[in-house]
Structures are given as C-alpha cells and as structure tokens.
C-alpha cells in the first residue's frame, strides 16, 4: 500500500519574483496537488523572511480552501507562542464553520523568525506552550472550571468543532504530549537532524484516543527536490544549499537562482553547511527518492509524508511534485492502475 503523501508549503519567493506573485503560485500548486490525489495542504508561519511569503497562514488557508473542493488544508503549523490562544481559536473555529471538515490545525513552539521580529510579535514565554495549548483546548470546549476566569468565554463560531490538532516537532517531549492529548504529530525531518523514529514510537507509546484520532497518526516532513535526472535535481536543489549558508549567516534575502548558486564562492565552512543541509534532503530522480524516502517513512513508522520543495522556479516546483506523486503512485497522479479500466 503506497503512504499518502502531503504538501508542505512555505510560500518560497525567488529571486527576481516578488511574494505577492508566490502567493498566486501556491493556489496553482494547490489545485494541481488536489488533482494528483494529495491528502493535505499545509502552509507555515514564518515571519520577517524575504524568501517565505507565509507570514499569515490563516489567510493563506482561507484563501487555497477557496480555491480548491476536496484536498485537507491546514497550518503546518501555527507558532503558538506567538498568539494568544483565543485569537487561534477563533481563526480554526471560522475556518472550520467555512469549510466543514476540511481544516486541519498544525501547532508549532518556535518563533519562526529571527529575535528581532519574535520581540515585535511579542510572543508568549514558549515554556508557556503546554499551558498554552491547553488553554487553546479549553476555550474551544467550553470546559474550564466555574471557578475560572474563562469560565464565560466563548469562541465564535461555537456551533463547529475545533478542526484536528496536529503537533509538530522533532522531540520526545513533544510527541509525548502529542499522545497524552489524543492529537496528530508531525516530526520535522526536514530540518531536524534528530532521527525521527524514537520521537514517533514516544507518540505512539504515549497515545491516548481521542473523538478525533481514536487511532494515533503520524506525519513525517521531508525537503524533496524531484527531476527527471539526478543531474537536474541536484541543480535545482543548489537554490536552497545557497540559501542555507546564507540563513547559517543570518542574511536573508528571496530564494537565490540555480545559476546565482552555482556561481557562488562557497568557503570550505560553507561546504561543510551545504553537506550538512543535503544529509537532511531528498534530491534525485523519480525512483531515486521514492526508494529513500518510502525506506525512511518505513523505518520511522510514519503513516504519512508531508513534502516541501524550495525550489526557485514555480514551474520546476509543479514538475517535481507531479513526478513524486507518479512515484508514489497517488491515484489521480498517472495512468489507471492494473485492473482499471
């Protein structure tokens, strides 16, 4: 049985282009995600960062929800300790009345920006985060004591549910957590050097059922630049190991061309960067990543893959996530399978 694959977008603006036209493009790749039998749509929270337009993921969900019938779309994730967590609360309540059983809610702990931008969000204390998500919760049910001073709070719309929770992290505290609470968890492999496995048995060995997920389920996050060749992927992965150096560095500026970082004078401490981003990628053909990927998802016991691709052209975007749907044999993504007319 093949595992659904999903889509995570950061919203990449490349050089030469501007956010506002990589917002258009999201709609284009969510629609065509949709058709090649895609089981989500995510989009992230980052905020400050010249080469990431999704700075308001709510309405960025809003937006693509609109935009498309049946594929799930969600955060992936909200940073909690960024908002209070009525305001969320109210956000995925709206989403939700919006469009019924569709909205997923992925949260988050990191600020998502640099220590600049994080004190003009005037975030919460992160230690706050359990606390945070339980309040979240909370509100949502109408459940605080008579005692407490949210006791009368109520979230609007209160005649939908809040959509499913999803954790998202790459530890054993918050899988733990994930679990204890009845909720999703994603383990973001795609970032995190950290092995995914223990953090997903911790989940599972922590699970209890839940309304929403009477059974546990994990995702795992991978970076995946697919092409026809190997020589071509790794060209159009070059972009993002340019951009890694740089982020390394603390300069931010839109996602850099392959050309611009094939050109770039790397030091042998950028090298060393460069190889540490590509332990953490899947760059190569078709055949090449479904083998890797589907033997990592396999040891991990993952019960899905969320996919990101920062790659600097929208077109060669498209390409890649159509060739890894083929791959993976989604059901809309190729031609009709054995026995199918």
């Known amino acids: 049985m093949t595992i659904p694959l999903s889509v995570l977008d950061l919203v990449p603006v490349g050089a030469g282009s501007t956010a506002s036209q990589a917002i258009r493009d999201s709609v284009e790749l969510a629609r065509l995600a949709e058709g090649l039998g895609y089981t989500r749509y995510w989009l992230a929270e980052h905020h400050g960062m010249p ?25 992936g994730g909200i ?52 606390q945070q998500l339980a309040e979240l919760v909370a509100l949502s049910r109408r459940s ?14 209160e005649d939908v549910p809040l959509p499913p929770v999803w954790l998202l992290g790459s530890s054993g505290a918050t899988a733990r957590l994930a679990g204890s609470m009845g909720m999703g968890y994603g383990f973001a492999s795609h970032f995190s050097p950290t092995p995914a496995g223990p953090a997903i048995r911790t989940y599972r060995e922590s699970f209890r059922p839940s309304e929403r997920f009477p059974e546990p389920h994990a ?35 839109p996602l850099p061309s392959p050309d611009e970082a094939l050109a770039y004078p790397y030091t042998p401490q950028d090298r060393a960067t460069v190889e540490g981003y590509r332990a953490l990628s899947f760059v190569g053909t078709p055949e090449t990543i479904r083998s890797r990927l589907g033997r990592l998802a396999e040891e991990a016991g993952a019960d899905e893959v969320i996919v990101t691709s920062m790659i600097h ?27 199918e007319e």
């Open 51 to 75: 080469s990431i337009a999704s700075s308001s993921p709510e309405i960025l969900i809003e937006h693509v929800a609109s935009a498309t019938e049946r594929i799930r779309v969600g955060s």
């Open 79 to 130: 940073m909690l300790p960024n908002h209070a967590p009525l305001r969320i609360a109210e956000a995925f309540h709206t989403l939700e009345a919006l469009h019924p059983g569709r909205i997923d809610l992925g949260i988050g702990r990191a600020p998502g920006t640099d220590p600049a931008t994080s004190s003009a969000l005037r975030p919460f204390d992160a230690e706050q985060y359990p």
């Open 144 to 157: 605080f004591p008579e005692d407490h001073p949210f006791h009368r709070v109520r979230v609007v719309p």
């Open 219 to 253: 995702i795992l996050g991978a970076a995946v630049v697919c092409a026809e060749t190997e020589e071509r992927a790794a060209y159009l992965a070059s972009s993002m190991e340019l951009a890694w150096v740089r982020l390394r560095q603390g300069r931010f500026g």
């Open 313 to 339: 052209s929208h077109g060669e975007r498209l390409r890649s996530y159509a060739l890894l749907a083929k791959a993976f044999g989604l059901t809309r993504a190729g031609e009709p399978e054995d026995g």
